[in-house]
């Protein structure tokens, strides 16, 4: 139980697996089906901040994260063009539910391509929507632009985001952990809210 807290601590797996740990997540959280429960906002975030406290050249961070992002998505959407349907019909497991892929087929069918964009801030739609994309034969160039510009605006603002606030606010490491909080509780408050609505 303790380890799988850990996989979710976004500043545990900086410290564990360093920048191509991160890269690799974010890489997973966005290509791989499985790659839902990674914590891609908070990480983003977390690695920003790291940056502001010489982890890193912050530029280069956000590069590397903004190209694993756009490489994850891609490589989603390969996989739904290939798979098809066939993921429809999959049977629910640890790393799979059926509802993740019916909620993000809802979201793609009320928001179109922009929801290539709007999913990257967006937890479990953004696992799956380029996904769905791949399923639903999307034209890869218009994919791809979404991508890019989705991935951007994601990586960037959160990294960014990160890296400033450190700048700003001295000792910051020490509110870490009501950051993470707050970035989770915002990053699924559309969710919350539409279960709300539906009850």
Known sequence: M?????????????????LIGVFAV????????????????????AVGLFSS???????????GCFIAAVLGDSFGYAFGRKIGPAIFTKEDSFLFKKSYVEKSKLFYEKHGK????????IPVVRTFAPILAGVGKMEYKAFLFFNVLGG?????????????????????DQYILPIVVLIVLTSFAPALKNLIKRK
């Open 114 to 121: 922009k929801t290539i964009i709007l999913a990257r801030f």
């Open 53 to 63: 406290q010489g982890f890193g050249d912050v530029q280069l961070v956000a590069l």
């Open 26 to 45: 974010i890489f997973a959280e966005t290509g791989l089906f499985f790659g839902f429960f990674f914590p891609g906002d908070s990480l983003l975030f």
């Open 2 to 18: 303790t380890d799988l807290v850990n996989l979710l601590d976004p500043f545990f797996i900086i410290k564990a697996v360093g």
């Open 152 to 172: 951007a605006l994601w990586v960037f603002l959160m990294v960014f985001g990160g890296y400033f606030l450190g700048e700003m606010i001295p000792g910051v």
